[in-house]
């Protein structure tokens, strides 16, 4: 699924909405996951799953096109842990 097929499931679902609110709630929601993830917290959506971030270490990595020795440095990375009732509805099929 992609965002504007998201938007257009939104707007199917509450047809009170206009489409411009129906963007202004689902742009909400994704930036307030990622302001509280950049600021090093986490957002758990019970049944759903908890988004965090993990640490990375520094590396070294190689240039694909040269295979030059380079310096990764150290990162934070997005992290998405499934909930229990996302598990089971995966897996159920």
Excluded: W
């Excluded at 295979?67 to 996302?86: I, L, Q, R």
Aim: charged share 40%.
């Amino acid at each position: 699924m992609i965002r504007s097929e998201l938007l257009q499931a939104l707007a199917r679902e509450n047809p009170d909405l206009r489409a411009e609110e129906v963007e202004q709630v689902l742009d909400t929601f994704f930036d307030e996951i990622g302001k509280r993830l950049a600021e090093g917290g986490r957002v758990e959506l019970r049944g759903f799953g908890a988004f965090s971030t993990r640490e990375r270490a520094a590396r070294k990595g190689r240039n694909p096109r040269t295979g030059e020795a380079v310096d990764v440095p150290a990162k934070k990375v997005p992290y998405f842990k499934p909930g229990k009732e996302m598990r089971r509805l995966v897996n159920e099929g």
